[in-house]
């Protein structure tokens, strides 16, 4: 029999879970609890998946369907990476924040899978979810693509992510109160006579962002208006950060008070304006402003109390939130409804933008 005789037979594709979800018109979750009885899915719906995969003569997957029903009790834990940057997972933020979910799920019993994506395609986590490796996702940072968050959510992907809270948001989010901290961190510089004030971050990125925001509010409660040439865009990576502050010390553009949206972009900051010849954090001066630059950085990392100076840094509850975001999790895949919320931030004082100046 030759390969183009009609009667040769083709081994045809095995029909796939997602073929019966694309024909019913729901989620690959939804099919799988309907094929295992799930009284999550009601009963109409549960019949017709039932009856439409009987007359396609397709049968489960058990060794997915079990994962899917969490007898594998893994979470995946998704950190993005901007390919351009590289921000690297040794960052200390990443690794507090992992390392404390890490300890969340295994007092509740359950197991941790580690994952990388590229933050321009974040839907591809939703593979963890819809393979069987995972029954959850939580996501740490939005970077920028909170539509494709929204699209997981919209099918049904189980996730939490720890981000800001955004307009139009149908995912869970929790993270710290962004806005109070950048408002926060300002207020503090400008107490201290500093009117010439950086905002050091990328705002394209949600958190940085929001921080943004309450940097601008604080300026212009004190009657400042925001000025452009004091807001340098870098990235969460130290080397472009340190980068973007040299040339803004070799500009000759006048500042006195640095907000950091990272203790790492701080620690840079440092680094650049002592390179230039300023001292960190400087004096009063009679007539307005500093004689130095004073800093201020953002999470309090345990580094920043063994900086030279300490750094003074907007203290954001890590322990906390992955406790929070694991049972958040938890609480979704168990039914409930869970909402997105803000943790409380405050300010730490140290030596790079004292509150008593000597």
């Not at 359950?110 to 994952?115: N, R």
Request: proline share 6%.
């Amino acid at each position: 029999m030759s390969p183009t005789d009609p009667a040769r037979k083709v081994p045809a594709r095995r029909l796939q879970m997602a073929d019966i979800a694309r024909l019913a018109g729901v989620s690959m979750s939804t099919v799988s609890r309907a094929l295992s009885g799930s009284h999550l899915v009601n009963e109409e719906t549960r019949t017709r998946i039932a009856e439409l995969a009987r007359s396609l003569n397709y049968t489960i997957n058990l060794g997915a369907q079990n994962l899917r029903l969490q007898k594998n009790q893994t979470v995946a834990v998704v950190v993005p990476y901007d390919a351009q940057s590289r921000q690297h997972i040794s960052d200390p933020f990443f690794l507090s924040i992992v390392g404390g979910i890490a300890d969340a799920l295994t007092d509740r019993g359950y197991d941790m899978l580690l994952s990388r994506v590229d933050a321009e395609r974040l839907d591809n986590a939703a593979q963890l979810f819809h393979s069987g490796k995972a029954i959850g996702l939580i996501v740490i940072g939005q970077w920028r693509h909170h539509d494709q968050l929204n699209d997981m959510a919209a099918a049904r992907v189980p996730l939490v992510v720890w981000g800001g809270l955004l307009p139009q948001q149908l995912y869970c989010s929790l993270g710290g109160d962004n806005v109070t901290g950048g408002r926060l961190a300002t207020e503090h510089l400008l107490a201290l006579g500093c009117r010439r004030v950086v905002f050091l971050g990328d705002a394209q990125l949600p958190e940085a962002g929001l921080r943004r925001e309450g940097y601008v509010q604080a300026l212009r409660a004190a009657g400042i208006d925001p000025d452009p040439a004091l807001e340098v865009v870098s990235p969460f990576q130290t080397i472009a950060a340190r980068a973007a502050m040299d040339r803004l010390c070799a500009s000759g553009v006048a500042f006195d008070g640095v907000v950091a949206c990272s203790d790492l972009l701080a620690l840079q900051a440092v680094h650049a304006v002592r390179a230039a010849g300023r001292e960190v954090p400087g004096h009063p001066q009679p007539g307005g402003g500093r004689s130095g630059v004073a800093i201020v950085g953002y999470d309090d990392m345990p580094v920043a109390s063994f900086t030279e100076p300490p750094l003074t840094t907007v203290h954001q509850p890590v322990a906390l939130a992955a406790v929070e975001l694991v049972d958040a999790l938890l609480a979704m895949l168990g039914g409930a409804a869970v909402a997105p919320r803000m943790l409380p931030v405050h300010l730490v004082v140290r030596g790079s933008a004292p509150t008593a100046d000597a």
